[in-house]
């Protein structure tokens, strides 16, 4: 047992996606201590990588809190993790043996829903390399989206990606129109046609959305295909904002690493009820993590 | 060896696809002796998978012509394969330690065109699990698609299913409309929302495939998605068949399971230009290994 003050609890937040894992350490009072970050953590896309890469991202952590290893054992885990809303998932990640003392698990929409609002009501979309809506507004809780590559995410980066790969092979063919975003697709993984099948053919959703800079510059430049994906993904974003801001969330945020570059395409009057996340989302599944244990304990 | 009439030589065609591999058995005069029909044999979805369903679909054909089991290694075989045009698969396949006593490999197209123009010139449409286009005219090959799933394949059935998949989802969510097909689309599958993502994600291009029957029939009924999905399929099969046609091959076929759902939905005047096919994929395996030994030894 390490020795804090006052007999302290250390607490792990875990926010796990397709692309890294960040961990956060922070003290009963929600002082953050430190902070690190891993690799992907989407069970969907492998279940061994996501477990490896929070216990990295939480040594990491530990560390640069300058905490010694054996302190793992004594933290209180809260994780967000995309994919665990599939119970199949859930249960594979519930039983997991974890090396900490507790481990809340929950979505990493609803972690992420917590980090933005302090833990209060509110809504978020995320358009990262997935896409997704989640709210919680008077104790109901609203989802929409997020069944993950290859079925949905319209407007995330995999989905950017897929239909970007999509557009360059039909311009090889020259049965879809040759563009500037089909020709830097070509250039971006320096092959063409055929070449790109094979490059792409265990390729994850993180190397998906590696092009979906690519596909925003096309559009911003005015390329057809670029506006065509990107007002395409913008447009589902919008119908998913509209959805959740129905429900009358006190507070709406957008996140995600395509969040700014998302932004101008949305329908205008989103831009009005946009608020600043507060925290973000590892910081909301410690959130999670105190109000689980307060429920059990009955405080 | 197995005795035939005046040493004549055995041969073994194979078509090789997503759902089934066929294969069939003639002597040199091209007269079919047996005939027989196994799982999938798309080295892109796996090349274990391949390999077996090409033994047992070349063992069923043996049964079929009552011809013994150790008449295997006297077979000289020709195999049209799905994704050997991507090199590394092809490198793989080729060096497999095949059961015959020769394998001429190329691919599903090449075989497919030659069986449906008895060796000639001529062009076809795939429209079956994928979707791909090839002609041989004057000594030139044409090749257009045939990409691979989710990469391309417009139009064929396991782009057919997956676009539906999205649409059930997107129904739903209340984010897209639901109609008929989204319905009878979440009926088959006994499951809806979430659980449908839990059911396929894991499911290979032919399992997909199997949805395709439902979006024809929810477009032949008028269903707005059915019309979207398979309207856009046919303008994709359009485009390929114009370009093939302009390199004004004799004949023109469509083949493939979805050919005669999909054949009313193609601009008008393909319907004119198309020819019946004369023989199968299998057969067009067995004119290209006949043609490869007449140049190996220098007929």
Not at 85 to 103: E, G, Q
Not at 188 to 210: C, D, P, T
Request: glycine share 12%; net charge negative; hydrophobic share 40%.
């Amino acid at each position: 047992m390490v020795n804090l003050p006052g007999n302290q609890e250390l607490f792990l937040g875990i926010d796990g996606g397709g692309t890294k894992c960040r961990a956060c350490i922070t003290d009963q009072d929600g002082m953050i201590l430190g902070s690190g970050i891993a690799g992907p953590a989407n069970p969907l896309h492998g279940i061994e990588e996501t477990f490896e890469s929070i216990k990295e991202a939480a040594e990491l952590a530990l560390e640069d809190a300058r905490l010694p290893i054996s302190a793992m054992a004594d933290l209180v885990a809260g994780a967000g993790l995309a994919g665990v809303n599939l119970p199949s998932l859930y249960t594979v990640i519930d039983n997991w043996k974890h090396p900490f003392s507790a481990l809340y698990l929950t979505t990493d929409l609803h972690s992420a829903c917590l980090g933005a609002h302090k833990g209060g009501d509110g809504a978020v979309i995320i358009a990262g390399t997935g896409s997704c809506g989640y709210a919680t507004v008077d104790d109901k809780e609203y989802l929409l989206g997020g069944y993950g590559f290859p079925f949905g995410d319209q407007g995330g980066g995999a989905w950017m990606g897929l239909e970007a790969i999509k557009a360059a092979l039909l311009a090889f063919d020259q049965v879809g129109p040759k563009t500037q975003l089909t020709e830097s697709i070509a250039d971006f993984l320096q092959v063409r046609g055929l070449m790109i099948v094979e490059q792409m053919s265990k390729a994850k959703s993180s190397e998906y959305a590696s092009l979906a800079p690519l596909v925003f510059q096309a559009a911003e430049n005015g390329d057809p295909e670029g506006l065509r994906i990107v007002r395409e993904g913008a447009a589902y974003i919008s119908t998913m904002t509209h959805k959740l801001l129905a429900h009358e969330p006190p507070r709406f945020s957008i996140l995600g690493g395509l969040s700014v570059r998302m932004l101008p395409w949305l329908d205008p009057d989103i831009k009005q009820r946009l608020s600043l996340p507060w925290d973000g989302p590892e910081v909301g599944a410690i959130f999670y993590a105190q109000q689980k244990m307060q429920l059990i304990r009955g405080d």
